[in-house]
């Protein structure tokens, strides 16, 4: 993760802007390895980034139940794997 790399704790983001992070192999913008309960998002653009998977977001344990929250008004780009956000 080249904006972000959170390991081992939960993750809130209110009114923040991660863009134009580069990383060689995933999450660009933020790398998120955390089970759950997850990132919570709320006035935030993650965007812009580049890498080979999940150039924007990579969650390395999405299917152990990563959790990404929507708390209203976020642009979130391209993800890996496929997150989608929790209302």
Do not use: M, Q
């Amino acid at each position: 993760g080249a904006g972000i790399y959170s390991l081992t704790s939960d993750l809130t983001l209110n009114n923040v802007t991660i863009s134009h992070n580069s990383a060689a192999a995933s999450g660009g913008g933020l790398y998120y390895e955390n089970a759950n309960p997850g990132v919570f998002t709320r006035n935030t653009i993650i965007a812009v980034n580049n890498s080979t998977a999940g150039p924007d977001i990579f969650a390395a344990n999405a299917s152990s139940g990563a959790i990404f929250t929507s708390r209203g008004n976020n642009l979130i780009g391209k993800s890996a794997p496929n997150l989608g956000f929790a209302d």
